[in-house]
């Protein structure tokens, strides 16, 4: 399969050569003589080389030249990227344009549930009736009454539908889509949904108008109470007939819900500040409450899916409250792990941090801790696997609700205050502040750095950089140098807001006053984040439509290089690597200085930057000095990878140190009572402690599965392993400078001179080495080769002195040996796709698993298999009928041998769902994930990860239509084969998520019963309210760009069902409601788009 990235990466490079373009005729020809290949369009799904480009809109733009013939150009995104770092000034390049790299590698945004916490509710749409406007009762029925069009015996069942007779047309809004660079203009894609629709006045009308059957008031009343004892910070309205069924294996009356604002002794029913009046929320009654009313804001657990009756831990049967001092030791633990903490974590965690042993009833009735954390069960079928969420000290929050669909401005109330003063002139104009970009991996242009605490940077995109050039070209027009223009401020004042036309050029910036001279003025750039000395003629006064956009300069700080923020060789290796460039920035923490960590992803590795300048601490001398041709003994082969690479340990200054120091560290932690060292916010490139063969060893961080579990790299003794969160430890302060001083201590080897190349060794040459040299106390070793570009050392290896026999090397001795007779037929050595990681030791799993106390042996983990990614999904196919192309049909008994999960449980028809849209290939087919259960799939990975990582690999028979857990990338999936190639690779259906991919057969392993508990997450979907067609590629990437990766609003309009649960088909209506006052029906734009198309044809 193509390396899509690597295909753009390549068409940027021919295209920014030919400033003019290049003839599509030409492209291919072009393309060859850079790569040596042709353009694999084939390979990457396209039938032609136009559907490609028309698939890579931000990177290539069609137009015809004057002569007709069509162009391919370098596309508006790529270009503007460039300008951006060609129009950058700083103090030290004034005006010089530097055009460095214009386009990044984009990192695909992670699931919204990393942090894995149980979901609130999305915001639920105005109901207007699954018919939509005219336009869609006209496509679906084709002529049929307006009254047929929204006819179901289950529509909207306890839900009001406004008679849509008095509704007046849908407007279009001015927002306008970007589409593909065939079409010469743009076209209206959203329509307005800000309808006047009649409003309920109360909760009676925002109910069912039916009249309810008779039911028991007590029973339900008593129901209602213990389901408000499991969520006493509340929850919708709108999901408790769906909790009380899960409960109780009942429908929930109708008439009961009506009832609901009379029943104070047991509930209160509250309005929530939006504006939408048919979102309400419940609560218990407030006389039952012991702390402050809750506020509107939902806590995580708010709709998280309750464990069943017998799933919830059994009543106390020993001290019915716990000690005030326990409960602060406990608090101060759940305080580490905002994004939640297993119990079954907290006896080692609690022994660990305060020498004394944690009593044995709490884990059994966790109930006692209700007042201080969060109780959730994910595992529904496993009562004693239970996450605490510690609660807000404000009494109702747990914190800000990362998935929530509609944010809060980032900006504290301080914070603004501080910019409104910043930006305040003699007019009392204010700026705003600046807001941090929604992206995941938001794209910055570093200006400099002083201190790392402090970075400057800029954010590029839509709202921020562009924005900016627009306001600077305006003033440029405003600030000319005709008679018209304004004159120089006579007397300007510290603090004031000026326009300065910028010395050496023509440029006009936005500056604020720092200093006031005799005939100079010193001024600092509010946009570009640097000062200088310039001359009074220079400065005008600004007007006041300049004050509007944000000052586009701001500060943040990199995570981990806090305690050496000032260090010189911190800030040099940041200098020559970041400034100056564009990155991208992961957002730890969003307060007024951004937490962050920046990768560099222009070249085909990603480069972490923060890691980059910790590596810059190391002193050199204490490293392993490696020469060719010399001899080394007392060698220590700490681990052999399953592709054949050994990690070494030879005698140095550094490793003598380096043992001192970790002893010393094992004493510290005995007598520390704290908790302060526990790492509460990992990322990718900390370095930090954690156990190893029982002792604390060094790690970095190499790769987050949510936000408990973790892949680390035993930098010392090249060692790769899974844990948790918890398992970690921070560096202590008093060791800190001495430990980054030393540099990683396991030479990476391979074994030279021999006829098989790493990474296509057979498991019986791995054991074989394994056996020969991990319990070797004295091998020797001499070096025949270093390769600098790979990081290792090829090596003859022997296990005792007599290096100079080369009989007696093992690599002699394998070669001599039947190990490498029989090979396989085909080996995976061919590269993946980059991903951000910083480990620099190796790309293969070395020998890890069966922990003890937390602490890795030495055993057999396969290699990570080097695969590009298949394809997700089909390209073609109609939006109209519930066929499709992907998944296959398979036979209906495809596991026989396998309990298969229960089926994901769907509300009745015309009911709404909150959706996860994980593969979205265009209006006839995507994925869908339960929005508020998608926290229990992160934790259900999480514990795959975990245990897979530490089971040896054994010989497996592979059959078609089966169910597997295999390893794609780094994490573990529950995959259906599809089909087993001959050449060792296996065709997998991922079914939580929806994807195809290819893996080699060694990455799949039996799906044991705990893992098959869980439904299947994804289920696939066709939009509602549309005609049948064939939808272009054009209409693919809009419907892509508007629901792929995003939390929405499911109407339910019909399900296919199906004897095995991956070929169930749901007929959906998709709804945002990301915006506070309107909701986005995504059948609407997709019909526009259709009726703006076929205008144009």
Not at 316 to 323: G, K, N, Q, V
Not at 539 to 549: I, R, S, T, Y
Not at 674 to 686: A, D, H, I, N, Q
């Amino acid at each position: 399969m193509a390396d899509v990235e690597l295909v753009k990466k390549m068409l940027r490079a021919v295209l920014q050569a030919n400033k003019g373009g290049v003839p599509l005729s030409r492209l291919q020809s072009e393309y060859k003589e850079l790569t040596g290949e042709q353009i694999p369009h084939k390979q990457m799904g396209h039938n032609n080389l136009d559907a490609l480009l028309a698939s890579m809109p931000s990177v290539v733009r069609t137009e015809r030249s004057r002569s007709g013939e069509v162009c391919v150009c370098v596309s508006n995104e790529t270009a503007h990227i460039a300008k951006v770092v060609a129009r950058q000034r700083s103090s030290k390049k004034t005006g010089r344009p530097h055009l460095v790299n214009t386009q990044m590698r984009v990192k695909p945004a992670a699931p919204l549930v990393l942090n894995a916490k149980p979901q609130t509710s999305l915001r639920q749409p105005n109901h207007r009736g699954r018919g939509g406007d005219f336009r869609q009762a006209r496509d679906m029925r084709d002529g049929q009454s307006e009254g047929k069009t929204g006819a179901h015996p289950n529509k909207l069942s306890n839900q009001n539908t406004p008679n849509r007779k008095g509704n007046p047309p849908a407007e279009k809004s001015d927002k306008r889509m970007t589409l593909p660079s065939r079409f010469q203009k743009e076209v209206h894609a959203h329509l307005s949904r800000n309808s006047q629709q009649t409003t309920p006045s109360n909760l009676n009308e925002s109910l069912s108008s039916g009249k309810g059957k008779p039911y028991d008031p007590q029973q339900v009343q008593g129901r209602i109470t213990e389901i408000l004892g499991k969520y006493s910070n509340g929850f919708w309205v709108s999901k408790l007939p769906q909790i009380y069924r899960e409960l109780y294996k009942q429908d929930m009356p109708t008439e009961a819900l009506k009832d609901l604002d009379t029943w104070t002794h047991i509930c209160t029913v509250e309005k929530t500040c939006s504006s939408n009046p048919s979102e309400l929320l419940l609560y218990p009654a407030k006389e039952q409450t012991t702390t402050s009313s809750p506020p509107p804001t939902l806590t995580p657990n708010a709709t998280s899916n309750p464990p069943s009756s017998s799933s919830s831990p059994s009543p106390p049967s020993s001290p019915a409250t716990l000690s005030p001092d326990l409960k602060l030791k406990l608090e101060e633990l759940l305080v580490k792990y905002s994004n939640g903490l297993w119990a079954h974590a907290l006896p080692k965690l609690f022994q660990d941090t305060y020498k004394f042993k944690l009593p044995g009833h709490v884990l059994e009735n966790l109930h006692l801790l209700s007042d201080i954390c969060t109780i959730d069960y994910p595992m529904p079928d496993n009562p004693k696997r239970a996450i605490l969420y510690r609660k807000s000290s404000s009494g109702g929050g747990g914190g800000e609700d990362e998935n929530c669909n509609r944010r809060n401005s980032s900006a504290s109330e301080e914070e603004l205050r501080l910019r409104q003063e910043l930006g305040r002139r003699l007019s009392n104009h204010a700026v705003p502040s600046l807001q941090i970009p929604k992206e995941e991996y938001p794209s910055v242009l570093v200006v400099e750095a002083t201190n790392t605490n402090g970075v400057i940077l800029r954010y590029i995109g839509e709202g921020y950089s562009q924005a900016q050039e627009s306001m600077e070209d305006e003033m440029r027009e405003f600030y000319g140098l005709d008679q018209s223009s304004p004159t120089p401020l006579s007397s300007p004042s510290s603090g004031q807001l000026v326009a300065v036309r910028a010395e050496e050029e023509e440029e006009i910036l936005r500056a604020q006053v720092c200093e006031v001279m005799a005939d100079k003025a010193k001024v600092h750039y509010v946009d570009h984040g640097f000062s200088e000395v310039i001359s009074k003629t220079k400065v005008f006064e600004l007007h006041e439509k300049f004050f509007q956009l944000p000052f586009q300069a701001t500060k943040c700080k990199l995570a981990g290089l806090e305690p050496f923020c000032q260090e010189p060789a911190v800030l040099k290796k940041f200098e020559t690597m970041a400034s100056g460039r564009i990155l991208l920035a992961e957002i730890l923490e969003r307060g007024q200085t951004p937490l962050i960590v920046l990768y560099d992803t222009s070249q085909d590795d990603d480069v972490n930057i923060n890691a980059a300048c910790m590596k810059a601490l190391q002193d050199k001398t204490l490293a392993s000095p490696l020469q060719v041709n010399s001899a080394y003994m007392k060698v220590t082969v700490r681990s052999v990878c399953s592709d054949g690479t050994i990690y070494c340990q030879l005698p140095s200054r550094g490793l003598a140190k380096l043992n001192v120091i970790l002893e010393n560290i094992e004493t510290y932690f005995q007598l520390q009572v704290t908790s302060e060292f526990l790492v509460s916010r990992p990322f990718c490139g900390k370095g930090c402690l954690a156990r190893y063969k029982g002792k604390w060893s060094r790690v970095e961080i190499t790769n987050l599965h949510g936000s408990r579990v973790l892949d680390i790299l035993f930098i010392d003794v090249g060692v790769q392993a899974s844990v948790e969160v918890f398992e970690l430890r921070e560096i202590p302060p008093p060791f800190l400078y001495d430990l980054m001083a030393i540099p990683p201590q396991a030479v990476k080897c391979c074994l030279a001179d021999l006829a098989v190349s790493v990474g296509s060794w057979s498991p019986d040459a791995v054991q074989w080495l394994r056996e020969k040299v991990l319990n070797a106390t004295d091998c020797s070793m001499k070096v025949a080769k270093v390769d600098e570009t790979k990081r290792c050392i090829y090596v003859h290896l022997f296990t005792d002195k007599n290096f100079h026999d080369p009989a007696r090397s093992l690599n002699h001795q394998m070669a001599q040996s039947d190990l490498f007779k029989q090979q396989p037929d085909v080996f995976l050595t061919s590269h993946r796709p980059a991903k951000i990681s910083t480990a620099t030791l190796s790309s293969k799993t070395p020998s890890t698993g069966n922990y003890t106390n937390g602490s890795p042996t030495s055993t057999s983990v396969p290699a990570k298999p080097h695969l590009r990614r298949a394809l997700s999904g089909p390209k073609g196919g109609g939006g109209g009928n519930m066929t499709t192309t992907s998944p296959p049909e398979t036979p209906s008994a495809p596991s026989s041998s396998l309990q298969l999960p229960p089926l994901l449980e769907l509300p009745p028809a015309g009911n709404n769902i909150d959706v996860y849209v994980s593969v979205a290939c265009h209006p006839g087919h995507f994925v869908l994930q339960p929005w508020r259960d998608m926290y229990k799939l992160v934790v259900l990975m999480g514990e795959m990860i975990l245990y897979y990582s530490k089971t040896e690999q054994k010989p497996l028979n592979i059959e078609k239509n089966h169910i597997y857990a295999a390893k794609v990338e780094n994490s573990w999936h529950r995959v259906l084969v599809k089909g087993v190639l001959t050449n060792g690779l296996v065709s997998v259906y991922e079914l939580d998520y929806g994807k195809h991919e290819l893996v080699s057969c060694t990455q799949l392993r039996p799906l044991i019963k705990e893992f098959r508990q869980l439904p299947f997450q994804g289920i696939t979907a066709q939009l509602a309210g549309l005609k049948q067609r064939q939808w272009s590629e054009e209409a693919s990437i809009v419907f892509r760009n508007h629901v792929e990766k995003k939390p929405l609003v499911a109407q339910l309009e019909a399900v296919q069902e199906a004897t095995n649960p991956w070929d169930r088909k749901l007929m959906v209506f998709l709804v945002d409601t990301s915006q506070e006052e309107r909701d986005i029906w995504v059948h609407d734009i997709m019909t526009e788009f259709a009726d703006e198309l076929t205008k144009e044809l």
